[in-house]
Every structure is written in structure tokens, then in C-alpha cells.
Nanobody, 125 residues
Framework: QVQLVESGGGSVQAGGSLRLSCGIFGYTFGTDCMGWFRQAPGKEREGVATVDGNGVTTYADSVKGRFTISQDNAKTTLYLQMNSLKPEDTAMYYC???????????????????WGQGTQVTVSS
């Protein structure tokens, strides 16, 4: 059973930084794709950043140049380094995994079949 556990959320002022972590339990990732998604109140869940089994990354236009997705060498932890945070980055952030297939559209949430419980990020102006 794959379990994803996020941590690292919190409240920061605009311009600040946060680093989210996602612990991966019950599965050894190889060629699978993993990603970070977020959902603000009243909005749909959207893709933020993904990384595939070859280390290829994909970013939403809204976070390019500010956010960086990475994994540890053992692929047991996924990270999202968030810099230059803006109030519009405020959302619940979720870690997700696509197990068993390679997503055709990495930032599309329907491509992912395992999800963490989420961690809240709040950015004040």
C-alpha cells in the first residue's frame, strides 16, 4: 500500500520561502512519476510541479523560476522548494504519485492514483 505523507507547510509573508517534503512509504519508486498539486478554496486542484522516473521536471507557468521539485537519491522523499512566495500561492498542497503508468500530461491531476493528505501553505501580503 503506497502512502504519501506531506510536511513543511506553514504561514509566511510574501517574498518568503518554504520547503515541502513528502515521505513515500510502502513502495519503491523507479520509473513512476510524482508531483505536487495545490487547491485553493473554491478552486480546482491544479498541478504545480512533477518529476518523472528519468528526472525530467515539469512546472506550471505560474511557479516557473520560483519553485523547484526534487527527490532524494533513494526516491523515498519528494521535495518542493518554494521561493519568492506570493499571496496567490496560498493553498493546500498535495503530494501525488502515478503508479503503474507514465502520465501523458504530467500536470493533469487525473493521471495520479495516490495522494497525500495535504499540507497548508498560507502567504500573507
Amino acid at each position: 500500500q503506497v502512502q504519501l505523507v506531506e510536511s513543511g507547510g506553514g504561514s509566511v509573508q510574501a517574498g518568503g520561502s518554504l520547503r515541502l517534503s513528502c515521505g513515500i512509504f510502502g513502495y519503491t519508486f523507479g520509473t513512476d512519476c510524482m508531483g505536487w498539486f495545490r487547491q485553493a478554496p473554491g478552486k480546482e486542484r491544479e498541478g504545480v510541479a512533477t518529476v518523472d522516473g528519468n528526472g525530467v521536471t515539469t512546472y506550471a507557468d505560474s511557479v516557473k523560476g520560483r519553485f523547484t521539485i526534487s527527490q532524494d537519491n533513494a526516491k523515498t522523499t519528494l521535495y518542493l522548494q518554494m521561493n519568492s512566495l506570493k499571496p496567490e500561492d496560498t493553498a493546500m498542497y498535495y503530494c501525488a504519485a502515478s503508479v503503474g503508468w507514465v502520465p501523458l500530461v504530467p500536470l493533469q491531476r487525473t493521471e495520479y492514483n495516490y495522494w497525500g493528505q495535504g499540507t497548508q501553505v498560507t502567504v500573507s501580503s
